[in-house]
C-alpha cells in the first residue's frame, strides 16, 4: 500500500513522464483516419467529414491510494490520448490546398485509369507510361503532376506544422503513402516500397 504522504510526489513524477511521452508520440492511427478523410474527398469517395473517433477512456471504480492513483493517471492518460488523436486537418492552408487537389482530380482520373501515371512510394504521382497520353495532351499533364506534386508536398508540411509538430512531415508522408494506395480504385498504378510499378 502507497501511503498518502507520498501520494502527491509519486502522482507528479508519474503525470510528468506521461506528458513526455505522449508529447513525442505520432498518433498513427489517428493520422491514417485524417490521411483517408483527405484523400477520399480528394477523390469524390465520400463527403468530407472532419471528426474522429475519440479512443477509449477509463471511469473504472477504485478503492484504496495506489488504486486511485492508478485510476487518476487512468483518466488522465485515456483524455490525453484522447485529445492527440484528434489531428488538426481544418486550416485555411490545408483546406485550400484540399480543394485545389480535389478540383485536378477530375483531369489526372483519366490518367490513373488509363496506366499513365501512378501513385509514387513518396506519396506524390509520376508519369510512368507517356505512350498511353495523347500527344497533344502531353504537356497539360507534365503540368498537372507538377501541380499536384507540389500540392502534396505542401500538404504534409502543412498538416505537421498545423499541428505543431513539423518534424512529423516525414510521418504524415509515409501514412499518405500508403493510405493513397489503399484507395486508390482497381486498375490504378502504384510504386511498391522498393520501387516496382504494381497494378492495384
Not at 26 to 35: N, T, V
Not at 126 to 140: F, G, H, K, V, Y
Request: glycine share 6%; with cysteine.
Amino acid at each position: 500500500m502507497i501511503r498518502n504522504k507520498h501520494l502527491p510526489t509519486l502522482f507528479a513524477s508519474l503525470l510528468l513522464v506521461a506528458c513526455v511521452t505522449i508529447n513525442i508520440y505520432f498518433p498513427a492511427a489517428a493520422a491514417e483516419k485524417a490521411a483517408d478523410i483527405i484523400i477520399k474527398d480528394v477523390l469524390g469517395d465520400a463527403p468530407a467529414s472532419e471528426t474522429t473517433e475519440p479512443g477509449p477512456s477509463s471511469d473504472g471504480k477504485s478503492s484504496g491510494d495506489s488504486e486511485r492513483l492508478e485510476a487518476l493517471l487512468g483518466i488522465f492518460i485515456a483524455s490525453a490520448h484522447a485529445a492527440e488523436a484528434d489531428i488538426s486537418i481544418s486550416t485555411p492552408a490545408i483546406d485550400g490546398l484540399r480543394a485545389a487537389m480535389k478540383a485536378r482530380h477530375s483531369q489526372l482520373g483519366p490518367h490513373y485509369d488509363s496506366g499513365a501515371i501512378g501513385y509514387t512510394r513518396a506519396a506524390l504521382v509520376m508519369i510512368r507510361d507517356i505512350s498511353a497520353i495523347p500527344l497533344p495532351s502531353r504537356n497539360q499533364v507534365k503540368k498537372l503532376v507538377a501541380d499536384e506534386n507540389t500540392n502534396r508536398n505542401a500538404l504534409y508540411r502543412e498538416i505537421a506544422r498545423a499541428n505543431g509538430h513539423p518534424e512529423w512531415e516525414n510521418d504524415i508522408r509515409e501514412t499518405f503513402a500508403r493510405r493513397w494506395i489503399a484507395n486508390a480504385h482497381a486498375g490504378w498504378w502504384y510504386q511498391d516500397s522498393g520501387g516496382a510499378w504494381r497494378r492495384k
